[in-house]
């Protein structure tokens, strides 16, 4: 009995030590790709997978999320880096930041474009690599505009 305990135990920790290799490999791949940036002067479309929102998607219910209320984007600027994203490219009009995970080091991107028109600024959140994000996305967007509303 003892020696079927044994072989069962190292059966667990063996197909544990296989699911945290493939999560450290997705952290990998996802540290080595870039945000997708504008396409003609807009935020890319959200993939068909349950990791990203975006305010461009209003036909999609499932991605979208409302604009930001128009603020200067440096100001967004320092709550993302209070949150812990690291901004990777800014101008007037357009910010790129990126978010890490602690564990295995996911990157999730945030991209804002400024609509001045409109007087919003449209966000894409998303997941680099993965399915789900379990909403962390979603909720990284709703943060920044609670942060924008105690400025105001």
Known sequence: MKQYMMIGGVIVLLAMAIV???FALQGMKSRGQTPPGLVNG???????KPNAV???????KAHY????NAADLASIATIIEHLGGRIISQDSD????EFSSSLFGF??????LLDRPAAVIHVRAASRVGYSDMGVNRQRVEVIRQRLEQQE
Do not use: K, N
């Not at 357009?94 to 930041?97: H, I, T, V």
């Not at 990157?107 to 804002?112: K, N, S, T």
């Open 20 to 22: 945290a290799g493939y």
């Open 94 to 97: 357009y910010l790129a930041a």
């Open 107 to 112: 990157v999730d991107d945030l991209e804002l």
């Open 42 to 48: 807009v935020l890319t479309a959200c993939p068909m």
């Open 54 to 60: 975006c305010s461009a998607a209003q036909t999609d």
């Open 65 to 68: 999320i409302a604009p930001l």
